[in-house]
């Protein structure tokens, strides 16, 4: 059985950077997603990688600015965030991808508890 555990969260001033980790005790890490959830909003899609390290996906909202990688070495996918923004601020949170839509918090399992970024104007 895989855990997740994320970490790398804090707070940060618009225009800055985090670099999120995700984790893998147990087993090793296979293709994962990160996911958000804002304050009385949804969980939303972040970012996925392939256990191979492609392809790749990154949410709209995201792109260009987002970047996920993987260290198969170190068992962990990281989530590199530039040019932050307010609306940014959520808790993110990575799982283990089982099959189906990418984009879709319904193909993952295994959630870590989550790391909260805040990102203040």
């Known amino acids: 059985q895989v855990q997740l555990v994320e970490s790398g969260g804090g707070l940060v001033q618009a225009g800055g950077s985090l670099r999120l980790s995700c984790t893998a005790s147990?087993?090793?890490?296979?293709?994962v997603g990160w996911f958000r959830q804002a304050p009385g909003k949804e969980r939303e899609f972040v970012a996925h990688?392939?256990?191979?390290?492609?392809?790749?996906y990154h949410a709209n909202s995201v792109k260009g600015r987002f970047a996920i990688s993987r260290d198969n070495a170190e068992n962990s996918v990281s989530l590199q965030m530039n040019s932050l923004k307010p609306e940014d601020t959520a808790v993110y949170s990575c799982?283990?991808?089982?099959?189906?839509?990418?984009?879709?918090?319904?193909?993952?399992w295994g959630w870590g508890k989550g790391t909260l970024v805040t990102v203040s104007s």
């Open positions: 799982a283990s991808y089982s099959g189906s839509d990418v984009d879709d918090a319904i193909s993952y």
């Open positions: 990688i392939h256990w191979s390290g492609s392809p790749a």
């Open positions: 147990g087993r090793a890490v296979r293709s």
